[in-house]
């Protein structure tokens, strides 16, 4: 493993102010103008040459440093989610403006902590004078727009050797599980109006078709594997008016499964029960429209164990007293965490996970989904989750949005970066690892090759922001 030192004051302060910058202007799936735009600046103070805009999405970007081999790819996320305001460093809700976006995810941490393992492997690599790559790759809407999906369509991941990431938790944990693919789709009913009194035999309903569509599939979520998932959620109900046969109906629905394949057998059945419910009710469904998608993240222990040694070399950085204070304070306002294996991964009596604890699950499916699947399929990717916040934090909740400019958030930013740039670093020094990694990969893909989930001609959308 590779020991990276801590940054100086003065950069710890650059880094902070960025990721405080983004967490000050939340912005979510690709309308992330002033975030992307703070990351591609403090990319060309450092050196890299941006390309900004990339895949054909204004918020997508690329910083690249050096020439040859390997390449190494650094994943960066920005968006943040709606609805989630808050007023930064306290331990109660309270939205800092109504109806207002926040960082819940803690991208503000992720794109930045990105960042500056980038900066870090460059400036190792021009100081050891030596070939190598750094690419930093700038991915809008992870929340609900699966950026890394469209990018990787476009062909923006090909070429790299090993892509590197990290995700901000409540505790120090290298990920080897895979997740959840994903597909999500638009259905839309289309009937005729009527007064429901007057002349209901003329109407046909596009509000009924749509809710025996969901009751069918009520039905069919008993017959599927166990790890599937279908939500879904009404986006037109028709009108306010009951005294209209609603003449349009439209519901969202978001199908995963341990693999795209999985999903897409799913999709053909919820395809179908569509189908019957339209013919149940005398209306029209429209093709459904597909919104986005993402694969499942294929594992890679080489790098996993890689990270891990980093991790262990590296220990997390020394608690303080204030920090501890205002994590109890926060920690008793969550309902426990998502995550039982967190347990014990703190001494008693103390509200934040500093020890980590190792585990390769490779065979277990994480109950949800994420675009750097995407990314998976293109290269050999590694990823760990870093202790920002205090213990039983939720994901997308407004306790992370407080805790979101804190000094365990800076310090776990900042310590994600040392592991990701140690990580770099081995791979730079030992070719064997790249190798290994770039073998187990191929195994893993058992002769499939990436096809992205997101049909041709699907271009990525701007969520609904509530309340701006
Ligand atoms: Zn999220
Ligand atoms: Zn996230």
């Not at 989610?81 to 331990?91: D, N, R, T």
């Not at 892509?163 to 997740?179: C, E, F, G, K």
């Not at 029209?284 to 990270?307: F, Y």
């Not at 920690?331 to 991964?345: F, R, V």
Request: net charge negative.
């Amino acid at each position: 493993m590779s020991i990276v030192n801590e940054l100086p004051a003065e950069q710890k302060r650059y880094f902070t102010s960025i990721s405080d910058y983004i967490w000050d202007n939340p912005e979510t799936a690709f309308q992330e103008t002033k975030s992307a735009e703070a990351l591609c600046v403090a990319l060309e103070e450092n050196g890299f040459t941006v390309e900004r805009g990339i895949a054909g999405i204004p918020t997508a970007f690329s910083g690249t440093w050096g020439a040859g081999s390997p390449v190494i790819g650094f994943l960066g996320e920005f968006d943040a989610l709606s609805g989630l305001s808050q007023v930064p460093g306290v331990a109660h809700q309270e939205p800092l403006k109504a109806g207002g976006n926040g960082h819940g995810c803690g991208h503000n941490l992720l794109g930045v902590g990105a960042l500056a393992a980038a900066v870090s492997v460059k400036e190792y690599l021009e100081e050891a004078k030596r070939p190598g790559t750094v690419i930093y790759f700038g991915c809008p809407g992870e929340e609900g727009g699966s950026g890394k999906a469209f990018m990787a369509r476009e062909g923006v991941f090909d070429g790299l050797d090993c892509a590197i990431t990290w995700h901000p938790l409540d505790m120090n944990v290298v990920a080897t599980y895979t997740t959840l693919a994903n597909y999500q789709v638009a259905y839309h009913f289309h009937g005729r109006a009527a007064h429901a009194a007057a002349a209901p035999h003329l109407g046909r309903s596009a509000l009924d078709a749509l809710e025996l569509m969901n009751t069918g599939v009520q039905y069919l979520r008993e017959h599927m594997i166990p790890e599937a998932r279908i939500h879904y959620a009404i986006t037109n109900a028709g009108g306010i008016s009951p005294g209209v046969v609603q003449p349009e109906a439209e519901v969202l629905y978001l199908i995963r499964g341990p693999k795209i394949t999985d999903v897409q057998a799913l999709y053909e059945r919820v395809n179908d029960i569509a189908k019957g419910a339209a013919l149940m009710t005398g209306t029209e469904l429209l093709p459904p429209i597909s919104s986005k998608a993402c694969s499942n993240l294929v594992p890679n222990l080489t790098l996993s164990r890689c990270m891990n040694e980093n991790m262990k070399a590296m220990p997390f950085p020394q608690i303080q007293p204030a920090w501890e204070e205002y994590a109890k304070a926060v920690s008793a306002t969550c309902k426990g965490s998502a995550y039982p294996q967190a347990k014990n991964l703190r001494p008693a009596g103390t509200s934040v996970n500093t020890v980590n604890i190792y585990q390769e699950r490779d065979t277990f499916v994480a109950p949800g989904s994420t675009d750097v699947g995407d990314v998976s399929w293109v290269c050999p990717t590694v990823q760990s989750n870093i202790t920002c916040y205090a213990a039983g934090t939720p994901n997308h909740s407004w306790q992370q949005v407080a805790q979101g400019k804190s000094e365990l958030a800076h310090e776990g930013m900042l310590y994600a970066a040392r592991i990701m740039a140690g990580t770099a670093m081995d791979i730079l020094n030992n070719p064997a690892i790249l190798e290994e990694a770039k073998k187990e990969w191929q195994e893993r893909l058992g002769g499939e090759t990436y096809r992205c989930p997101i049909p041709a001609g699907v271009t990525p959308k701007a969520i609904r922001i509530m309340a701006e």
